[in-house]
C-alpha cells in the first residue's frame, strides 16, 4: 500500500509539471514580427515645398499620429540631379531596413538618361504606390487667357524666347508633359527648370514664368486666393476638385500623364522588413487622413504592391524611355 501511494504521489508530481509545462508553452507570445530598432530614414528624392515632399512629410505625419510604427519616420531631401542624389544613396543602402524612400516619375527618367550613377530599379525593393497625382496647365490669374485656344494664340503671338514653362527639371515631368503639350498644338516654349514644384508655383504667381503644368496639390492654395487660373487637366475625366476645367481630351488631343506616389526601399532588403513597411503603408493607405486628403488634393488612390508592383515600374521605365527618345533626350 505505502509502494502504491508513494507511486501515486510520484505520478501526480510528474503530471502536474507535465501540465505546468504545458501551460507555460501555451501562454508563451508567438515570436513578434520585425520592427525597426532605430529611427527610419525616408529619403525623398525631390526638393522642399514640392508635390513629392509634402506628400510624404503628411504621410509621416499620419504613422506618427496613429502610431503606425514603433520608430519615427524622418523625412530627408535628397533632390540633387533630379533625384539622381537619391536614387544613388537608396542602392549604397543594399539590405538595410532603415531606409525607404518616396517616388516619383523621376525614378524612370533620371537613370534613363544619366546611366553614369549605375542605378538599376529594378533591383530596389518595391513597398506600395498610393496614388497617381494628375497633372494641369495653370497660368496667372491676371492673364487674358481663359481657354487652350487663348493659351496656344498667346504663346505663339509671344514666341519662343518670351513665353517661360516652368517645371522641376529638364527631362522630368513636368517637361515630358510640356514636350507633349508642344507637339500637340505646334508651339514652342522656353523650359526653366526649377528645384521643386513649391518654387515653380511661387514663381508663376510672381509672374517670372508665364504658364506650369503643375500638380493640383502644388497650385491648390494659390489657386483658391485667387492668384492662379487653370486652364486644361491632362486627365481621362474632369478632376474633382475643378469641375469646370476641361480635359485635353474633351478637347481631341490625348493628352494624359500621371505622376506615381511610391515608396520603395534599397536591394535585399530583408522580407521582413519589406512586409513590416508594407503593412505600414497599407494602414496609410486606409486612413481616413490619407481619403481626405487625396480627395481634396486630386490624387487618384491606386493601391499597388510586390511583384506587380515592381512589374509597373519596370513598364512605366520603358514607357518613358520612349518619350525622352522622342524628346531627343536619349538615344
Not at 509545462?21 to 501555451?26: I, K, P, T
Request: some cysteine.
Amino acid at each position: 500500500m505505502k509502494n502504491l501511494a508513494m507511486r501515486a504521489v510520484s505520478c501526480g508530481i510528474a503530471l502536474g509539471v507535465g501540465l505546468g509545462l504545458v501551460s507555460s508553452l501555451a501562454v508563451q507570445p508567438a515570436q513578434a514580427a520585425w520592427q525597426p530598432q532605430k529611427p527610419v530614414e525616408f529619403v525623398i528624392m525631390a526638393g522642399q515645398g514640392g508635390g513629392a515632399d509634402r506628400l510624404a512629410r503628411l504621410i509621416q505625419s499620419i504613422i506618427e499620429k496613429n502610431n503606425f510604427s514603433n520608430q519615427p519616420f524622418i523625412p530627408v531631401n535628397k533632390g540633387g540631379g533630379s533625384g539622381a542624389e537619391a536614387l544613388r544613396y537608396l542602392q549604397d543602402k543594399a539590405g538595410d531596413p532603415h531606409v525607404i524612400m518616396a517616388t516619383l516619375n523621376s525614378l524612370y527618367t533620371t537613370p534613363l538618361r544619366n546611366p553614369g550613377i549605375g542605378v538599376d530599379i529594378s533591383k530596389f525593393t518595391p513597398v506600395a504606390r498610393l496614388a497617381e497625382d494628375t497633372f494641369v496647365l495653370w497660368v496667372n490669374s491676371d492673364s487674358d487667357i481663359k481657354t487652350i485656344d487663348d493659351y496656344v494664340a498667346a504663346v505663339k503671338a509671344a514666341g519662343s524666347e518670351k513665353w517661360v514653362m516652368g517645371g522641376t527639371g529638364t527631362g522630368q515631368e513636368d517637361s515630358l508633359v510640356t514636350a507633349m503639350l508642344e507637339k500637340a498644338y505646334g508651339l514652342k516654349m522656353t523650359y526653366v527648370p526649377f528645384k521643386g514644384g513649391g518654387t515653380v508655383a511661387k514663381n508663376l504667381v510672381g509672374k517670372q514664368i508665364t504658364s506650369t503644368v503643375n500638380n493640383p496639390s502644388e497650385q491648390l492654395g494659390f489657386f483658391e486666393a485667387g492668384r492662379v487660373r487653370p486652364i486644361a487637366a491632362f486627365t481621362p475625366e474632369r478632376i474633382g476638385v475643378f469641375p469646370d476645367v476641361p480635359t485635353f481630351k474633351e478637347m481631341g488631343q490625348d493628352l494624359v500623364y500621371y505622376m506615381q506616389r511610391s515608396v520603395v526601399a534599397p536591394p535585399n532588403m530583408p522580407k521582413e522588413a519589406q512586409d513590416f513597411y508594407v503593412e505600414v503603408f497599407r494602414k496609410v493607405n486606409e486612413s481616413a487622413e490619407w481619403k481626405e486628403y487625396t480627395t481634396k488634393k486630386a490624387l487618384n488612390r491606386a493601391w499597388l504592391t510586390g511583384d506587380d508592383l515592381m512589374s509597373y515600374f519596370v513598364a512605366e521605365r520603358d514607357k518613358h524611355h520612349d518619350l525622352l527618345k522622342a524628346m531627343g533626350e536619349i538615344k
